[in-house]
């Protein structure tokens, strides 16, 4: 009787040491997609709204986080893989975090708690080590804009401008400037240039052919590089947009 209850603690404390490592937090990679209208970025800010708020407050109302984490989501090893500003959107998005090894089943109930401008997209479990900001290697960004902002200043601005092929050639001399490692303290906020964190990596600029839309002609400015600090991107294009209305020069 003795061997048999000794038999039966040891297989008890087995069962509970592998129910407890199924239940324990799994770090996962978080695909979701936003439509920044109304929002005052994806970073948490407290008073206004915000994307990562509604993320979190969906994560604790679904059960996927504890009170702790979502007051605290660095207790849950919660990050994202870009920054957005006030009003940007993103088609793709990659969150990490610690969640229910049962995470993927929650996603429906998730997406209820969400506004329909955010949705969850999918989630596949990571290792413990991955962090979506130290592992991104590059970030894409689309600007849109309609052509008539790059309007001759000579010509007269209407609705109805069709942008010239060589206009968007020599819009896209002017980008290819950003190409590279430069200096961009210029582009940000309370930044000096002596900040090494003001050096930045452009991959490419490049302004694609114009498209209509309700008798409007835009065009999409698509941005690579491996990070950008805030306002970068909108200081890069409205500087160009500046050199091609003759407000200021190349030098």
Known sequence: MVLLASVCRTLLNQMQTNFKRQLKPKKFAILITYCGDGYFGIQRNKGVPTIEEEILTAFYKSGAITKECYDRPQAAAFQKASRTDKGVSAVRQILS????????????????????????????????????????????????????????????????????????????????????????????????????SSMRYIVSVICGQPFIKDGIEFIIVEVKGQSFMMHQIRKMIGLAIAIMRGLTTEE
């Open 97 to 196: 975090c610690k969640l229910p090894p049962n995470f993927c089943e929650l996603i429906p109930q998730i997406n209820e708690f969400l506004p329909q401008k955010i949705r969850v997209v999918a989630a596949k479990k990571a290792t413990q080590h991955f962090d979506s900001k130290r592992y991104c290697d590059g970030r894409t960004y689309s600007y849109m804009m309609p052509s008539y902002a790059l309007c001759p200043p000579e010509e007269f601005v209407t609705e109805s401008y069709r942008i010239k092929p060589e206009i968007i050639k020599k819009f896209n001399e002017i980008l290819e400037f950003y190409n590279g490692t430069h200096n961009f303290h210029n582009f940000t906020s309370q930044k000096l240039p002596t900040d090494p």
